[in-house]
């Protein structure tokens, strides 16, 4: 499993971006899963090719404390490539 | 700012830290960079001083990488120091605004590759190769000194500084920056020169894949793949990218080699033949339909595969030039090095040379990538150096092996298939005697030579296959044949190396419309304010028809025209990137201004050098009475000569193809002046804003508020010491506070 890391305490009165920045957790990015040569490409490779995006939705959503369920892979994958079609990016010469 | 952080390890090292870990010279650390700089000056010595009969190929892979680790050491160090500062108690918009979505803190060695992937593309395979002519020397000299002192220093300030502000893009940053008049020519000039990049990427494939049947089916059988990856990805197995991009991978080499039996038979020769006209209507079409189809079907599983062969090619081809070194024979400096009149290119080295070689010394488009995509990704602000300089370092690298690989082949082959066909004729022979006459020292073309080159890579002919991507695919091929397989295998590696570029070169026509149509419904919508809804039909489509009529228009021109199309077009490319750098790197100057930075010179140095370059480039071409060189020189001479009532000039053997060449003289003329004419406007309003901010000692910053960052992570590739022990401070500090949620976020 990804590494999800820990919510550091956090003061309530907080708000805006310094209030949301607060709530992250200690640790964001998504590791990789064991210390192994094959995890570690595995992994290197996964996160190149955008792959592990869902894990870190999965966390970011679990740190955000949000009431709603998380979406589901399939949803989250949907929203992602609905999200592309309005925001390109650009691939260069 | 009040976080009480107390509780937390240290989110950022100490100024002390850091600075003692700089100046901590222990006898191997010193050992270690006197061996590299020793190795470095000899590759160099051995490159530019010696000469040989031959040079090997490891020399120049020496000389690049041991002047990128001091570059990159001790140059990036100092710009770091003086410019950027960054600072890791600033949370980076990755922590501050995270969404799951494109604001995503990502570990720095992903982001290197995801970051590297994004910007490395055509561009550097192709500029070297055509350079070659040249001799290898003054194309390696321009790939490394220029990536050092221009292209990362470029790629890297972008990227801060549009970290610091949120993301914003390079045309948000020149609104800021230097208001209404400066911001507009900058995003008319950003449209512009996007519309003739995508069409000159988009001529070399056309020219890669004009009378060859065995290309055209494996890379039109690419979109299907794609199309299959998509259905793949959105309904039986979403989220699984690397398998399905390994499916895509093994269907790929399933293609290529299938090509080769389907080219064999009568009917696939019969159907898969297509002139380059044909091709380029077919790839104006299918640039539409791409970009109006939902990303999900083609565009995005394309760009798996691309990201995938990207990489994997380009770490096969650095293994096989380190395994085979292969032997140099083409001279330091040919023959046209000091004339004007090099038949692959025309026009004197300087300012020609840094114009060919745009990518992988100094690329102007990268700003569009640095700007936007990557700088919501970084996790911490020091990171910055390593993703930003060290990845153009990498792209710069590719440039180098690029070069290496096109001039590993013989070079009278290498003359045979990049001089138009205007020149060769078409034909074996015309080729042989056009080559020979060239009185090159060393060279003696044979029609045997030619011929067999043609049947082992599995090709009709290789005379003037121009574009760069076929020489760069033999010189792969050549490459690669001595590691695995021998000749039987040469045919398989050129149709890899052709489907790698055009795979890529495809996704950039696709990606590179989509975002030119967004720019662009963008702008209209300042007087039709509907056009700003990127969600309506009528709307995105006919933004998306105006652009790709507007490269496919230039694409038509480049393969109709009679002068050879992509060798008279491609100075365009280049002239039209660096002028895309220099608005960039002004844009960084006037923020540095503004931030009352000291050691400007670091930015003033590539900026005034690119403004140079592409200014005399585009006055040779506007300007100059050799019609080889000058549009307008050319126009006036085959229009005198309709006006003289002649049927044929030149190349062009008939009324009609003389008419074309007068048309396409008068666009290219009128971009070239269009380009110089709105690059200037906004260096102009630069310069001034710069002048402005350094006579009242700096101005409001133009940044986000601080944010404290609550996470920490390593700046570069490799832990430090000091690194390594916050790294285990945070480890035990989070094994005792497991996962928290907070109340009342939303």
């Known amino acids: 499993m990804a590494q999800t890391g820990a919510m550091a305490p956090v003061d309530p009165e907080l708000s805006g971006d310094a209030g949301r920045a607060a709530r992250r957790t200690a640790r964001l990015s998504v590791g990789p899963t064991g210390d192994g040569w094959w995890d570690r490409t595995r992994w290197f490779i996964r996160g190149m090719l955008g792959e592990n995006a869902y894990q870190a939705y999965l966390a970011h959503h679990e740190r955000s404390g949000c009431p709603t369920p998380a979406l589901s892979e399939r949803d989250y994958w949907r929203w992602r490539t609905d999200w592309q079609e309005r925001n390109p990016q650009g691939r260069c010469c | 700012m009040s976080v009480d952080s107390a509780e937390l390890p240290p989110v950022s090292l100490t100024e002390e830290q850091v600075e003692a870990e700089e100046k901590r010279w222990t006898p191997v650390r010193i050992a270690t960079w006197a061996a590299i700089a020793i190795l470095g000056g000899v590759a160099w010595v051995m490159l530019a001083i010696v000469r040989g009969e031959t040079i090997n190929a490891i020399w120049f892979v020496f000389a690049a990488v041991c002047t990128y680790l001091i570059a990159y050491r001790f140059y990036a160090t100092y710009i770091e120091k003086k410019i950027t500062q960054p600072d890791d108690n600033r949370a980076t918009p990755a922590e501050y605004k995270e969404n799951g979505q494109d604001y995503m803190p990502t570990d720095r060695r992903v982001l290197y590759g995801h970051h590297f992937a994004a910007i490395a593309g055509a561009g550097p395979l192709v500029g070297p190769v055509l350079a070659a002519q040249l001799g290898y020397l003054p194309g390696t000299i321009w790939i490394i000194v220029g990536v050092v002192l221009a292209g990362a220093v470029q790629d890297y300030l972008v990227l801060f500084f549009s970290m610091r502000r949120g993301g914003r893009s390079l045309g948000q940053m020149a609104r800021d920056e230097l208001g209404k008049v400066g911001g507009t020519a900058a995003l008319l000039a950003t449209l512009t020169i996007m519309i003739i990049i995508v069409a000159i990427l988009a001529l070399v494939v056309v020219n890669a894949l004009g009378e060859s049947p065995w290309g055209v089916f494996s890379v039109g059988m690419t979109i299907p793949i794609a199309l299959f990856m998509g259905v793949y990805l959105r309904y039986l197995r979403p989220g699984k990218v690397s398998e399905v991009s390994l499916i895509g991978f093994v269907l790929l080499i399933l293609v290529i080699v299938a090509g080769g039996w389907v080219a064999d038979t009568s009917w696939g020769a019969e159907w898969f033949t297509l002139d380059r006209t044909t091709i380029a209507w077919g790839i104006i079409i299918y640039g539409f339909i791409a970009a109006v189809l939902p990303v999900w079907l083609l565009l995005a599983p394309r760009d798996y595969l691309s990201t995938f062969m990207k990489v994997g090619t380009i770490v096969m081809l650095a293994v096989a030039i380190v395994l085979v070194r292969p032997e140099i024979t083409v001279p330091a400096l040919s023959e046209f090095a000091g004339r004007s009149d090099a038949p692959v290119v025309a026009g004197p080295l300087f300012p020609f040379l840094f114009v060919t070689i745009a990518c992988g010394a100094l690329s102007g488009f990268h700003a569009l990538i640095s700007s936007g995509t990557t700088p919501k990704l970084i996790e911490k602000e020091r990171q910055t150096k390593f993703i930003g300089y060290g990845g153009m370092l990498m792209e710069s690298f590719v440039a180098i092996m690029a070069l290496v690989a096109a001039i590993s082949i013989d070079r009278g082959i290498y003359f045979a298939m990049n001089v138009s066909a205007a020149a060769t004729g078409g034909t074996v022979e015309g080729a042989v005697a056009y080559v020979n006459g060239l009185g090159l020292t060393g060279v003696n073309l044979t029609p045997e030579m030619l011929e067999t080159a043609a049947a082992n890579v599995g090709e009709e002919s290789i005379v003037s296959r121009t574009g760069g991507a076929p020489t760069l695919a033999l010189g792969l091929s050549h490459i690669m044949q001595q590691l695995i397989g021998g000749t039987s295998l040469m045919s398989f590696w050129y149709h890899f190396a052709i489907m790698f570029e055009a795979l890529f070169i495809l996704t950039a026509v696709d990606a590179g419309t989509r975002v030119a149509r967004f720019m662009l419904q963008d702008s209209l919508g300042n007087f039709w304010p509907r056009f700003r809804d990127t969600s309506w039909r009528t709307g995105a489509w006919v933004c998306t028809g105006i652009m790709v009529a507007g490269w496919g228009a230039i694409l038509i021109m480049g393969v109709t025209d009679p002068l050879g199309g992509i060798n008279t077009l491609f100075p365009l490319f280049g002239i ?141 590739i490799i832990s430090t010491p000091a690194e390594k022990d916050l790294e285990a401070q945070w480890a035990a500090y989070l094994a005792e506070h497991p996962v928290e949620r907070v109340r009342g976020h939303h």
Not at chain 2, 580 to 590: G, N, V, Y
Not at chain 2, 604 to 628: D, E, G, N, Q, R
Request: hydrophobic share 55%; charged share 10%; with cysteine.
């Open chain 2, 576 to 716: 039209a990137n660096q002028l895309l750098a220099a608005l960039a790197l002004s844009i960084c100057l006037a923020i540095a201004a503004r931030q009352n930075r000291k050691a400007l010179w670091v930015i003033i140095v590539p900026l005034a050098f690119a403004t140079v370059v592409t200014t005399v480039a585009s006055l040779y071409k506007i300007f100059s009475s050799v019609p080889s060189i000058g549009y307008w020189a050319q126009h006036a001479a085959f229009k005198d000569a309709l006006a003289r009532g002649e049927t044929s000039f030149g190349t062009a053997g008939s009324v009609e193809a003389m008419e074309a060449v007068v048309r396409n003289t008068f666009i290219q003329g009128t971009l070239s002046i269009v380009f110089v004419v709105l690059t200037l406007i906004v260096i102009a309003t630069a310069v001034m804003a710069t002048i402005s901010s350094i006579r009242s000692g700096g101005a409001p910053t133009t940044e986000e508020e601080f944010v404290q960052s609550r996470i920490y992570a390593p700046a570069g």
